[in-house]
C-alpha cells in the first residue's frame, strides 16, 4: 500500500474535501454497533460519480482501501476501516435527481435519507415504503438489503430497488436494471449489488419504485397474554388475507420502555402495534377485522385510530424503540442483533429466546418485524462490569444459531458486516464460497469495504 501517494492525488481534486481531521476520523470510526472505534486514515467527500470513479481507480492502484459511508447507523459493523484506507462520505451526494409519477419511479443520489425523500414526495401523491425506523441514507439501505415494519405490505429494499449506477473497484462505472418494472435481460446484477454491502462497488445513483399515498390509513395497538397468542395472532391475520401495512412486535420489557420514555400506558405485556392503508372504508373494515382476529387469541382490547396524531405517536414511539430501551439502563452499550425465521416457527424463536436472556445476568428487550418473522433482542451490557459482553455475545451467538435450526436466517435487516460472519458457511453451505469467487472476481485486490461479509483473502 502507498497510501501518502494515494492521499496526495486524492487532494489534488478534492482539495479540503479530503479530511483528516481528528473529529472526522474519530466520527468514521464508530458505529452504533459495540465494535471498537477504528478510524480510517481519512475521509473522502465527493459530489460527482465521476469524482468517485477517480477517487477509485486511485485508491486501486495504490492498494487503498475503500469503505462507503451513509448515516452511519449500521449495527454490524459495515462501514468501519477495519483496515485503514479511505472513507468515502456520500453525505454532499444527496440530490433528489428526478421524479417520474407517471411511472411512479424516482432517482435519487445515495446520501438522500428516507424521509427527506418522502418529504420531497409529499406534494406528488407518492411515497417510498421502506422504513428502517433509523432516518438511513438510502445508498446504506440498498447496500444492507434493508427491511423494516412497513416490508409485510411493501417489500424490502430488495423489491423495491430498479437500477443502480455503481462504480466498480477498478473505477469502472456501470448501469445495471431499467426504468422497466421487470427484465428478463441477463443476469440481475442490481440484486448483487443490493445487498451486498460496498464489498463489489460503491452506490452512487438509485432508481427507486415509489407508491401511491393511501386514502386512508387507520393504526392501533393490543396486549395479549402471552407471545404465543401475539404470534398466532398474526399468522391468523395474514392468513385471512388482512392486508396489513405494518404489523410490529413488542415483548413486556418493550412496553414498559416505551411508558417510562414516551409516557404510554401499555400493559406489561406483549403487544402487536398494526396500520392499514387503503380507502376510508377500506381501512376501517381491515382494522375492526383485525380487531375480530385478535379477540379470538385474547386480545386484551383493540385501540385503533384513523386521526394523524395518534397514528404518529405510535409510530413514533417505537422509531423511538432504541433510545427508550437504552433509557432503561442508563449508561449501558447496546448489542443489537436481529434474525428472521419461517413465520411458523416465531413464537419459538421469541420464547427461547426471552427465556436465555432471563437467565443471563442482562437485560434484553425484544421486538420486531413480525409480519415477515424477522425481531430484534437490544441486549444492554454495562461496560464496567466484566462478562457482560461475552453474556450478550453468547445471547446473540445462541440467537443466530436458533435461526438455522429453525429454517431462517441469521439477520433479516441488520447485514453481515464483520459482525454475523462467522455464521455465513452454516447458512449458505458452498454458496458461501461462491461469493467469494465474485468478491474476487469483481475486486481481485480486495480494496472494496475489506473484512465484511465474505473472507476472500
Not at 407517471?102 to 406534494?123: I, S
Request: with cysteine; glycine share 10%.
Amino acid at each position: 500500500m502507498t497510501l501518502p501517494a494515494a492521499l496526495t492525488e486524492l487532494a489534488s481534486f478534492l482539495g479540503d474535501r479530503l479530511s483528516r481531521s481528528k473529529s472526522d476520523l474519530a466520527i468514521h470510526g464508530r458505529s452504533e454497533a459495540h465494535f471498537a472505534e477504528t478510524a480510517p486514515d481519512a475521509v473522502a467527500y465527493p459530489e460527482t460519480t465521476e469524482e468517485v470513479s477517480r477517487l477509485v481507480q486511485v485508491c486501486a492502484a495504490n492498494g487503498v482501501p475503500v469503505v462507503g459511508w451513509g448515516a452511519g447507523t449500521s449495527l454490524e459493523g459495515h462501514a468501519l476501516a477495519v483496515r485503514g484506507g479511505v472513507v468515502v462520505d456520500f453525505g454532499r451526494m444527496a440530490r433528489l435527481l428526478s421524479v417520474d409519477a407517471d411511472d411512479m419511479l424516482c432517482t435519487v443520489e445515495p446520501g438522500v435519507t428516507r424521509r427527506r425523500l418522502n418529504e420531497e414526495l409529499r406534494a406528488t401523491g407518492l411515497f417510498f415504503p421502506v422504513d428502517p425506523g433509523a432516518d438511513a441514507s438510502l445508498g446504506g439501505m440498498a447496500s444492507t438489503r434493508a427491511s423494516g415494519t412497513t416490508a409485510v405490505r411493501y417489500g424490502t429494499m430488495r423489491d423495491n430497488v430498479l437500477g443502480l449506477t455503481v462504480v466498480l473497484a477498478d473505477g469502472r462505472v456501470i448501469r445495471t436494471g431499467s426504468r422497466a418494472r421487470n427484465s428478463a435481460a441477463g443476469y440481475d446484477l442490481t440484486a448483487l449489488f443490493v445487498g451486498a454491502e460496498g464489498t463489489l462497488g460503491l452506490i452512487t445513483e438509485l432508481t427507486l419504485r415509489l407508491r401511491g399515498q393511501p386514502e386512508a390509513v387507520t393504526a392501533g395497538v393490543c396486549a395479549f397474554p402471552d407471545t404465543a397468542s401475539a404470534v398466532a395472532a398474526v399468522i391468523a391475520t395474514i392468513q385471512s388475507g388482512v392486508p396489513m401495512a405494518r404489523i410490529e412486535y413488542l415483548d413486556a420489557a418493550s412496553a414498559a420502555a416505551f411508558n417510562a420514555y414516551a409516557g404510554a400506558d401499555f400493559p406489561e405485556l406483549p403487544h402487536l402495534m398494526v396500520e392499514f392503508h387503503g380507502s376510508e372504508a377500506g381501512a376501517a373494515e381491515d382494522a375492526a377485522r383485525f380487531g375480530e382476529i385478535a379477540d379470538e387469541f385474547g386480545c386484551l382490547g383493540f385501540r385503533w385510530s384513523a386521526e394523524a396524531e395518534a397514528r404518529n405517536r405510535l409510530w413514533r414511539m417505537r422509531h423511538d424503540a432504541y433510545h427508550a430501551i437504552i433509557a432503561t439502563r442508563p449508561g449501558a452499550r447496546p448489542l443489537v442483533t436481529d434474525i428472521c425465521v419461517p413465520i411458523s416457527r416465531l413464537a419459538e424463536a421469541i420464547e427461547e429466546t426471552a427465556a436465555e436472556i432471563a437467565a443471563s445476568p442482562i437485560a434484553g428487550p425484544i421486538l420486531g418485524h413480525v409480519g415477515d418473522g424477522n425481531f430484534h433482542a437490544t441486549l444492554l451490557i454495562d461496560p464496567e462490569a466484566p462478562g457482560e459482553l461475552e453474556a450478550a455475545r453468547t445471547l446473540a451467538a445462541r440467537m443466530n444459531e436458533r435461526a438455522l435450526r429453525l429454517g431462517g436466517t441469521v439477520t433479516g435487516e441488520h447485514g453481515i458486516g464483520m459482525g454475523k460472519m462467522r455464521y455465513m458457511e452454516g447458512e449458505h453451505g458452498a454458496a458461501w464460497a461462491v461469493m467469494a469467487e465474485l468478491k474476487r472476481a469483481l475486486d481481485p485486490a480486495g480494496i472494496m469495504n475489506p473484512g465484511k461479509v465474505v473472507e476472500a483473502d
